[in-house]
């Protein structure tokens, strides 16, 4: 009697394939999210946040790559709507910001800069991934540190680096939302 041994061997072939498609599906969503994604203006609407969402957008920023793996981030999450509107106006109820700061005066501490920087970016995609809508702030950094730190309770010697926005938006088209960005052949060199 002859032995076949092409289920033995066309299994595991056959499950590895499967298990390279759903990874390749996972994938294809999260890249979809990076192109897709826009910096929500005007059109944040009330609407509370959960808990756990709060707890899944902080845990994208924890998971950012850090230089020698310092994570030196701290997020601090703006829940008050009167003290956010002192940060960014026109805060509807129930959205939030969150706080990125690191050790060092936010100017010149490069290296942890960057590493909040790429924390902060993986907040702002994970609340659009959860169906929120995100915009980064940059700017008010002056008033956070010189007027707001103690009130905010950022950790001693930190400097807020950035703020991510999130909140509840109106549904808009993403593609006419986001701002016209420059080609490849504009920003890349092969070599």
């Known amino acids: 009697m002859k032995r076949s041994y092409f289920p033995v061997f066309a299994l595991p072939v056959l499950l590895f394939a499967l298990g390279g498609l759903e990874a390749q599906e996972v994938n294809q969503a999260a890249y979809n ?7 929500a203006r005007s059109n944040f609407i009330a609407g509370t946040i959960s808990r756990s969402d709060i707890e899944k957008i902080l845990t994208a920023g ?4 850090s230089a020698s ?7 601090t999450v703006v829940q008050s709507p009167a003290l956010a509107n002192r940060i960014v106006s026109n805060m509807p109820d129930g959205n939030i910001l969150i706080v990125i700061s690191s050790p060092g005066d936010g ?10 920087g790429l924390a902060t970016e993986s907040i702002y995609l994970a609340a659009q991934a959860l169906g929120y809508g995100s915009r980064i702030y940059t700017g008010p950094m002056n008033t956070v540190n010189n007027q707001l730190k103690a009130e905010l309770g950022l950790p001693d010697r930190h400097s807020a680096v950035a703020l991510v926005r999130v909140g509840r938006v109106q549904k808009v088209d993403a593609a006419s939302a986001a701002s016209a ?10 070599k």
């Open 107 to 116: 100017r010149t501490n490069g290296p942890a800069i960057l590493d909040c």
């Open 62 to 65: 924890l998971r950012a790559p």
């Open 33 to 39: 999210n990076i192109i897709t994604h826009y910096a």
């Open 69 to 75: 793996n310092r994570q030196p981030w701290h997020f």
């Open 181 to 190: 960005r420059k080609s490849l052949g504009d920003v890349v060199t092969y």
